[in-house]
């Protein structure tokens, strides 16, 4: 088990996530966020309970689950055991310039937290 491939992975799943190859979720995403008054938006990848997918239309929560079913295979390519990450979410905000920002935020069983920003310019 390799604590220090979390970040990567975490990385990883949010930036292919969010990339030009699932172009209807991203500016689904995007413009969700632009458009309303919400601080933030957050894909919660391990904890289902926490997940309010009803803001999300039918495309979106396909791509969500799509995603959902890859992580375990992810997991394995990064020599991460299931059990290591607790949380695991991707936050899509609005920053004060009005560039969008694309978190990746993972934390292990230990506690340490693994957080990398993506910057959109729009």
């Known amino acids: 088990m390799k604590y220090k491939n979390i970040k990567v992975f975490s990385h990883n799943l949010t930036h292919s996530f969010m990339s030009f190859n699932n172009y209807e979720t991203r500016e ?20 289902q309970s926490v997940q309010n997918q009803e803001e999300f239309n039918q495309s979106c929560k396909r791509s969500i689950k799509f995603y959902k079913n890859w992580i375990p295979v992810l997991m394995k390519q990064h020599e991460i055991e299931d059990e290591s990450v607790i949380e695991l979410r991707t936050d899509i905000y609005l920053s004060q310039s009005s560039d969008v920002i694309i978190q990746a935020y993972a934390k292990d069983v230990n506690g340490k937290e693994y957080i990398q920003d993506i910057i959109y310019q729009l």
Not at 28 to 47: D, E, G, P
């Open 28 to 47: 689904y995403l995007l413009n969700l966020v632009k458009q309303t008054n919400k601080s933030k938006i957050s894909i919660f990848w391990i904890n």
